[in-house]
């Protein structure tokens, strides 16, 4: 099995972009100043990445590579270079500005203009520098998602390389559209799943058209109670939680389940989920299983510091889900849990997400800690179900889903690492130093392409506005 894991991607890397058969890929050097290596937190001086078609060939010191006489040369030796960023958690069918129309938006726009809308958010991130993101799941747009994909992956458009979640699903009466009259049959932002058959039915339904992993929502609607506590409504059972993490496990999909607190955060810990969302209110049981069982993290912090406001209103005063959230996110940080960088960006503007950064800080992350989070970690969160990838039994199931051996992605990106994609980006200064850096990206390469290079004069910038 594993060498077919290697033939196939052998294939994969045959097919891609500039490294057609009988023709040389592109060479690029790019002059690096600085180069951060997210591994160490180590800067390095004076570096050159070559890049051959979509790749990374070599990274060595200045003087150890010759350029060849009209090479193609990127001049990024006054910035500070990393690798593309990964946002784990955000939702390109929704658009911030937009936010608040959400029922509007289910129920007067088509698939095909959430589409278009969702491309340009795409672009929007893409040029923030993220060249990579997990998309958790279509509010109502189905598997749009999936055409998005395969449109930036088949070159036809830009946008971050995507993996992506279809559809999500929650129980009867937990999720939007809700409030119509028993008359009238509304959309739903969610597959409505109810009992352990239909969860693994829905697992395989959205298996069928492209998901590349299952998004659950673990707590439906929330309240403050008068004593500054926040109580969140369980939407599954914990039996229907095991139908549905064990039929995502057995095709290889991971299961990532939204939850504010007990006890449906509970459920979907013990159900053996492999990331909690957001995680708000996370109790000691929590925390200790999420270690126990090796669960991911992925916060979401800066989303919840932009309704603070509202909360505080909604609860005279006691309370927000940002302090809940700070709270637990300390305990969990300190008691060493898995953390990836996610944003949640689509109820707030696409290409913003950055600011994320800094509530990572504010909460005791260490610059490396949060630019690993959004390296390195989230290209882990990505990947497969690996249990299920050594296991071996189930070998035809392995490859059910086609554009597994395309996405290693632990293995593809997240790193300036030779063989990985040419996914890099640059910023001014220090991002160790200052994170805000990473708000202002000036340069944007994915899979050996420019798209955005402020260093360059005339600056270059090929994604619309
Ligand atoms: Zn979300």
Redesign the pocket.
């Known amino acids: 099995m594993r060498r077919m894991t290697a033939i196939l991607t052998l294939l994969v890397f045959a097919v891609l972009p500039g490294a057609t058969p009988g023709q040389q890929p592109k060479e690029e050097f790019i002059l690096a100043g600085k180069l951060l290596d997210v591994h160490s937190g180590r800067i390095f001086d004076n570096m050159i990445i070559l890049i051959q078609g979509d790749h990374i060939d070599r990274v060595a010191k200045a003087d150890e590579i010759t350029i060849p006489q009209g090479a193609a040369v990127i001049d990024l030796s006054h910035a500070y270079v990393l690798p593309g960023l990964i946002d784990a958690?955000?939702?390109i069918f929704l658009t911030g500005e937009d936010n608040g129309r959400y029922d509007e938006q289910l129920l007067k726009e088509s698939y095909q203009y959430r589409t278009i809308e969702a491309i340009k958010n795409a672009w929007r991130d893409l040029g923030a520098g993220f060249t990579s993101m997990r998309d958790?799941?279509t509010e109502g747009a189905m598997f749009s998602d999936v055409d998005v994909q395969t449109a930036i992956s088949r070159g036809l458009i830009p946008g971050p390389r995507l993996w992506v979640a279809t559809r999500a699903m929650s129980v009867t009466g937990s999720y939007a559209l809700l409030g119509y009259s028993p008359e009238v049959t509304v959309p739903s932002g969610v597959q409505i799943v109810d009992g352990p058959d239909e969860g693994r039915k829905a697992v395989r339904e959205q298996i069928k058209y492209g998901a590349d992993f299952i998004k659950v929502y673990g707590t439906g609607g929330y309240r403050f109670t008068g004593e500054g506590k926040m109580v969140s409504t369980p939407t599954f059972t914990l039996d229907e939680l095991r139908a549905i993490v064990d039929e995502a496990h057995r095709w290889g999909l991971k299961v990532a389940c939204?939850a504010y607190g007990d006890p449906g955060l509970r459920n979907c810990v013990d159900a053996g989920v492999d990331s909690i969302?957001?995680g708000l209110d996370l109790s000691d049981y929590d925390i200790q299983q999420m270690k126990a069982k090796d669960i991911w993290l992925v916060p979401?912090l800066y989303v919840y510091e932009l309704v603070a406001q509202d909360d505080l209103e909604s609860s005279d005063g006691a309370v927000s889900r940002a302090s809940i959230h700070e709270a637990s996110f300390k305990k969990a940080l300190a008691a060493g849990i898995k953390i990836a960088f996610g944003t949640?960006a689509?109820?707030f503007p696409h290409g913003t997400q950055a600011k994320e950064f800094e509530y990572m800080l504010k909460y005791g992350m260490t610059p490396l800690q949060a630019i690993q989070a959004a390296t390195i970690d989230a290209a882990e969160v990505m990947d497969p179900y690996e249990p299920h990838l050594s296991a071996s039994a189930n070998q035809e199931q392995e490859y059910s889903n086609p554009r597994f051996p395309t996405h290693p992605w632990s293995k593809s990106v997240g790193a300036t690492d030779p063989t990985k994609f040419a996914d890099i980006i640059a910023v001014d200064g220090n991002p160790l130093d200052d994170i805000t850096q990473l708000e202002h990206v000036k340069f944007v390469m994915k899979g050996g392409v420019v798209y955005k290079n402020e260093f360059a004069s005339p600056p270059v910038d090929k994604l619309p506005q």
């Open positions: 958690h955000e939702h958790c799941e939204h969302e957001h979401t949640d689509g109820p």
